[in-house]
């Protein structure tokens, strides 16, 4: 059975800072990860993935996360964080091989930024 | 653009009443799913298609159908609303073929059972 946890309910950064947001998963396949953000009243959007193809993964908006297999993490960073990335983010895992491609996503972290 | 459209945005509705939240996707994909979003516990699958007509059942089915008569739409029907079902739900869809392919989400629909 494959699982997300994120660690942190909710961040707080003041702007300009170093935002991390934590994201260990469980998987007994090689699995696919994803983060995604939501911004109020709106649905979610996909800020990056990471397929194998490079452990590093670069985003939208900025954001990067690195994949490692011996944590089994999948951590959001953004070197300065922006008034605008307050949002929520989710991460995601998939491994499943059948065609509807199932997502299991983690419980969600709520990012602040203070001025 | 890719777009997945949802009815509607607030909806307000009594116990008992049946419900219907319309999900349309304009980009072709063959697979549709729709979550419910509760604070703490992130997304949950309800049901999802693969194809015309095909459906499964996600984790938390009880108290929902669905229906996909076309490929661009999928229906989540609420048949009896229970207060316990306010919530907000979203629909997404994807391509089918690669388990790496990404969702796309509709905005929302936010439903208060009273």
């Known amino acids: 059975a494959q699982s997300v946890t994120q660690l942190g309910s909710h961040v707080s950064v003041s702007e300009g800072a170093l935002v991390l947001l934590r994201c260990n998963y469980s998987?007994?396949?090689?699995?696919?990860l994803f983060w995604y953000v939501q911004y109020p009243n709106q649905g979610l959007q996909l800020l990056l993935k990471?397929?194998?193809?490079?452990?590093l993964v670069k985003g939208i908006n900025g954001f990067e996360a690195e994949f490692k297999k011996s944590e089994t993490s999948f951590h959001l960073t953004k070197p300065s964080a922006h008034m605008s990335d307050a949002a929520e983010y989710f991460c995601?895992?998939?491994?499943?091989?059948?065609?509807?491609?199932?997502?299991?996503f983690g419980s969600g972290t709520r990012l602040s930024i203070r001025p | 653009d890719v777009k997945v459209t949802q009815s509607s945005r607030y909806l307000v509705k009594r116990t008992g009443e049946k419900v219907f939240l319309e999900c349309v996707q304009d980009?072709?994909?063959?697979?549709m799913f729709w979550y419910r979003q509760d604070p703490g516990l992130g997304l949950r699958l309800i049901y999802f298609?693969?194809?015309?007509?095909?459906?499964e059942k996600g984790d938390i089915p009880e108290g929902y159908s669905v229906s996909r008569e076309k490929k661009e739409r999928f229906s989540l029907i609420l048949e009896s609303a229970s207060t316990n079902q306010t919530s907000m739900y979203l629909c997404?869809?994807?391509?089918?073929?690669?388990?790496?392919?990404?969702?796309?989400f509709g905005p929302g629909t936010r439903l208060t059972v009273t």
């Open positions: 997404a869809s994807s391509l089918s073929g690669k388990v790496s392919y990404e969702q796309y």
């Open positions: 998987s007994s396949v090689p699995p696919y």
């Open positions: 990471y397929t194998s193809a490079a452990t």
């Open positions: 995601a895992v998939t491994s499943g091989y059948s065609s509807a491609s199932k997502i299991i």
């Open positions: 980009m072709d994909h063959e697979n």
């Open positions: 298609s693969y194809d015309v007509k095909m459906k």
